[in-house]
């Protein structure tokens, strides 16, 4: 990225608390300004993370994080991150990239023509931009890699980011997880397509040298132009509840691999949200419904063994 000069990431102050083994509250405290966002623009978003059944059954801690903001009365900002199961510090690694990306983001938002004059980028300007984002996220998950004297490797973890308005959407995406979108007037759509790599169950991660090797294909970027009515992005523990992920196909003898969401499980929740917004619910109610439907709102969430991390924004 091109204009201010950049701070430099050693002075970047990623909080690294462990979290308890109970639902995480919002990762950050965004309560007056998510009200602001609620009662000036018609956007509501909700966002949290709940801790799985498998990592309380063995005392991890949640591996997901996630983040998002208003950064302008136009623009928004949406982030997921899943902390690889297998390596060893991966909840710290999802809390870099999710704030360290929104840093970046917020630092150099308005160097950006696109972003002041309120129109969306082409596919290869966004692309260039988004490596730019997940490079610097790299650059400081080494930093603090050297600083802590570990392995960059056990900082392994997936992310989705988006960059939003009511007209479209900026998708960057490394590893798997979902993401769906509802155009104003249309049908819910798979927003990105998940990379889990060559080798069956294979997950690929942000520190990992095969995700640069083969940038092409293990970095997903797209933009969505079109006015929107909601967008969706998750971690992979939320995918069985709400995608249709296969399909058994009788003539070939096998199940055939999908990515298309379940409008009767989004539907339901923008409905809802809207409907809160425009009687007067206040924020807090809303959020905290939220809270309680990631947990258990429908059987599978419910019954999930691995961490679940979503964010819901709706234009009301």
């Known amino acids: ?14 909080k690294t608390e462990k979290k308890e083994n109970s639902i995480v509250p919002t990762s950050l405290n965004k309560e007056v300004q998510l009200k602001g966002l609620f009662e000036q623009s018609k956007l509501v978003i ?13 005392g991890l801690p949640c591996q ?18 899943d902390g690889a199961g297998s390596r060893k ?7 870099i990239a999710t704030e360290v990306a929104i840093d970046v983001v917020k630092e150099q938002a308005n160097n950006l023509p696109w972003f002041r004059e309120r129109h969306l980028p082409s596919q290869t300007n966004w692309r260039k931009l988004a490596i730019q984002i997940l490079e610097e996220v790299l650059f400081n998950m080494k930093q603090k890699a050297v600083a802590d004297g570990i392995q960059l490797r056990d900082y392994g973890c997936t992310i989705i ?21 509802l155009p104003e007037n249309g049908n819910w759509s ?36 079109g006015p929107i009515k909601s967008l969706a992005i998750m971690t992979d523990g939320c ?17 055939t691999k999908l990515n298309e969401p379940y409008p009767q499980f989004f539907n339901p929740l923008v409905e809802t949200i809207s409907s809160s917004y425009n009687n007067g619910v ?14 258990s709102g429908t059987p599978a969430l419910e019954n999930e063994i691995d961490d679940k991390s979503m964010i819901l924004a709706v234009y009301c």
């Open 239 to 255: 995918e069985n509840a709400c995608f249709l992920l296969n399909q058994w196909d009788e003539q070939k003898g096998y199940n």
């Open 46 to 58: 909700v966002g949290n993370s709940v801790i799985g059944k498998g990592h309380i059954r063995e």
């Open 161 to 181: 980011l988006t960059i939003f308005c009511k007209e479209g959407i900026l998708v960057a995406n490394i590893g798997d997880g979902r993401g769906a979108y």
């Open 282 to 295: 206040d924020f807090d109610t809303i959020s905290s419904s939220w809270l309680s439907f990631l947990r």
């Open 190 to 225: 798979a927003l990105f397509k998940p990379f889990k790599g060559e080798e069956a169950n294979q997950t690929t991660f942000i520190t990992d040298k095969y995700t640069w090797d083969n940038r092409d294909n293990a970095i997903g970027t797209n933009v969505i132009i």
């Open 1 to 14: 990225m091109k204009g201010k000069k950049k701070k430099n990431p050693r002075n970047r102050k990623v």
């Open 89 to 95: 510090y991966s909840d710290i690694g999802s809390k």
């Open 64 to 81: 997901d994080n996630f983040d998002f903001c208003s950064l302008d009365e136009f623009w928004s900002i949406a982030i997921v991150s």
